[in-house]
């Protein structure tokens, strides 16, 4: 639905550039990236308000590039939510249809529906300046919804909410979406946000898309080390990677005589990273099929919700997942003799 090809854009002293992106229709997109990395931007320029100096922007066939924000059929919702301080929660999300010339049976059909969905009927006649953050955005969100877009532009959302919100506003977004089926681009700087909310997430950093994919592999198959540490993926090694008999055997830098064997084939300086979940742990050594085992002690325990994190040294450091009643099972504790194994498979080089 939307193709963005090779585009370019300045802000003051922050620019973008040959930024490429395809977005399938009824996609909720995730643009992901640091604060400075060129989201709002981006957003900025699919939405009308900020010219491109090069590159092109389609929506649905057409090349809006030139266009006026009001000819790409895009609704909007800047980060401060911008609600119209003169006017109730009803005018707001009126506006949009009344400039629309809707007729008035429409504008309170579209206007019940959108409160029952957003749950905001309780809201309808207070004033914006009486509302709490998250009552704001879904205000927000409604305003947005009732005229009926092609194409929903969230700028960070969810960014001025306290935690316990911003999960009953992430669960009204996939609600949202789930029975609307708009295409949606939704800028943040929170992970866990995008993989809650994405079909498929772009990372962005100074001004460029480094990597798009699933949040599953974006946070399993990190293509730099950059999206790597960004996302939080543990075990992340450098070394030298040779390839034999169709396996990659990395020498870890830094580490005598310790070698990782992974089925993605790369030679040459690389780095590594191995899920903590896809990691086994036992007191006892392994009989186990796969390439990689390493012997070593806890040195560091903690609880991850219904998962304990332990951290091994095996001369490198292994942070592995394992469930509550595993660990108590095992009888496991600081210092701790213990056995780690992962597959080859499980290994992602890049």
Request: proline share 4%; aromatic share 6%.
């Given at each position: 639905?939307?193709?963005?090809?090779?585009?370019?854009?300045?802000?003051?002293?922050?620019?973008?550039?040959?930024?490429?992106?395809?977005?399938?229709?009824?996609?909720?997109?995730?643009?992901?990236g640091p604060t400075g990395s060129g989201k709002t931007v981006l957003l900025e320029c699919i939405a009308g308000l900020n010219h491109a100096s090069g590159g092109e922007i389609w929506i649905s066939g057409r090349n809006v590039t030139k266009r006026t924000p009001e000819e790409r059929e895009a609704s909007y919702v800047p980060q401060d939510y911008?609600?119209?301080?003169?006017?109730?929660?009803?005018?707001?999300?009126?506006?949009?249809?009344?400039?629309?010339?809707?007729?008035?049976?429409?504008?309170?059909?579209?206007?019940?529906?959108?409160?029952?969905?957003?749950?905001?009927?309780?809201?309808?006649?207070?004033?914006?300046?009486?509302?709490?953050?998250?009552?704001?955005?879904?205000?927000?969100?409604?305003?947005?919804?009732?005229?009926?877009?092609?194409?929903?532009?969230?700028?960070?959302?969810?960014?001025?909410?306290?935690?316990?919100?911003?999960?009953?506003?992430?669960?009204?977004?996939?609600?949202?979406?789930?029975?609307?089926?708009?295409?949606?681009?939704?800028?943040?700087?929170?992970?866990?946000?995008?993989?809650?909310?994405?079909?498929?997430?772009?990372?962005?950093?100074?001004?460029?898309?480094?990597?798009?994919?699933?949040?599953?592999?974006?946070?399993?198959?990190?293509?730099?080390?950059?999206?790597?540490?960004?996302?939080?993926?543990?075990?992340?090694?450098?070394?030298?990677?040779?390839?034999?008999?169709?396996?990659?055997?990395?020498?870890?830098?830094?580490?005598?005589?310790?070698?990782?064997?992974?089925?993605?084939?790369?030679?040459?300086?690389?780095?590594?990273?191995?899920?903590?979940?896809?990691?086994?742990?036992?007191?006892?050594?392994?009989?186990?099929?796969?390439?990689?085992?390493?012997?070593?002690?806890?040195?560091?325990?903690?609880i991850k919700g219904p998962l304990i994190k332990v951290l091994v040294d095996a001369s490198i450091k292994l942070t592995v997942l394992v469930t509550k009643r595993s660990f108590e099972e095992s009888n496991l504790n600081i210092n701790s003799d213990v056995y780690v194994s992962f597959k080859a498979s499980e290994v992602h080089v890049f």
């Amino acid at each position: 639905m939307i193709v963005i090809k090779n585009l370019s854009a300045r802000m003051g002293n922050f620019s973008i550039e040959d930024v490429s992106l395809d977005i399938r229709k009824g996609e909720y997109f995730v643009v992901l990236g640091p604060t400075g990395s060129g989201k709002t931007v981006l957003l900025e320029c699919i939405a009308g308000l900020n010219h491109a100096s090069g590159g092109e922007i389609w929506i649905s066939g057409r090349n809006v590039t030139k266009r006026t924000p009001e000819e790409r059929e895009a609704s909007y919702v800047p980060q401060d939510y911008v609600l119209f301080p003169f006017l109730s929660v009803r005018g707001n999300v009126e506006f949009g249809m009344k400039v629309k010339n809707y007729p008035r049976d429409e504008i309170n059909l579209k206007l019940n529906e959108v409160a029952d969905l957003l749950g905001i009927k309780n809201l309808i006649n207070r004033s914006p300046q009486t509302l709490s953050g998250g009552e704001k955005q879904r205000v927000a969100l409604a305003r947005a919804l009732v005229i009926e877009s092609e194409l929903l532009l969230l700028d960070e959302p969810l960014s001025a909410l306290d935690p316990k919100t911003r999960e009953g506003v992430e669960a009204e977004l996939k609600n949202v979406h789930l029975k609307t089926g708009t295409t949606t681009i939704h800028v943040t700087h929170n992970f866990e946000e995008a993989i809650t909310l994405a079909d498929r997430i772009g990372v962005m950093h100074e001004g460029k898309i480094i990597q798009t994919g699933t949040p599953e592999e974006i946070f399993r198959k990190p293509e730099s080390e950059f999206v790597a540490k960004f996302v939080g993926a543990e075990n992340l090694f450098k070394g030298t990677s040779t390839i034999s008999e169709g396996i990659s055997v990395i020498d870890i830098s830094g580490v005598n005589n310790i070698k990782i064997y992974s089925s993605t084939q790369k030679e040459g300086n690389v780095r590594v990273t191995i899920p903590p979940e896809d990691i086994l742990l036992s007191r006892e050594k392994l009989m186990s099929s796969a390439r990689n085992n390493f012997h070593g002690k806890i040195i560091e325990i903690s609880i991850k919700g219904p998962l304990i994190k332990v951290l091994v040294d095996a001369s490198i450091k292994l942070t592995v997942l394992v469930t509550k009643r595993s660990f108590e099972e095992s009888n496991l504790n600081i210092n701790s003799d213990v056995y780690v194994s992962f597959k080859a498979s499980e290994v992602h080089v890049f």
